[in-house]
Nanobody, 122 residues
């Protein structure tokens, strides 16, 4: 079992930045590919980014390429999502996820966090 707890959400103006963190506990963190998803109001959850076990490979949704960066620190059992140049349409609940299989688009992770709300004002 892996427990995931997100933090770092909040209110930011368009063009600003936020860094989300996801702390993992339980089974070996470095055994899992980690990812981030978002769910905007009234919409389905969608993939944002994923990072491999070592951190050496990353993949992003087209909508965030060049603006968001996913990274991980296995010594701290933590994965991050640095979000720059935020837009109002980035407003969503952001979820951390863990998957035993690395895919360019994480589709069906094994574990989910509870989410953290990001609101981008115009």
């Amino acid at each position: 079992q892996v427990q995931l707890v997100e933090s770092g959400g909040g209110l930011v103006q368009a063009g600003g930045s936020l860094r989300l963190s996801c702390a993992a506990s339980g089974r070996t963190f470095s055994s899992y590919a980690m990812g981030w998803f978002l769910q905007a109001p009234g919409k389905e959850r969608e993939f944002v980014a994923t990072v491999s076990w070592s951190g050496g490979s990353t993949y992003y949704a087209d909508s965030v390429k060049g603006r968001f960066t996913i990274s991980r620190d296995n010594a701290k059992n933590t994965v991050y999502l640095q979000m720059n140049s935020l837009k109002p349409e980035d407003t969503a609940v952001y979820y951390c996820a863990a998957d035993s299989i690395l895919r360019a688009t994480m589709t069906n992770p094994d574990y989910w966090g509870e989410g953290t709300l990001v609101t981008v004002s115009s």
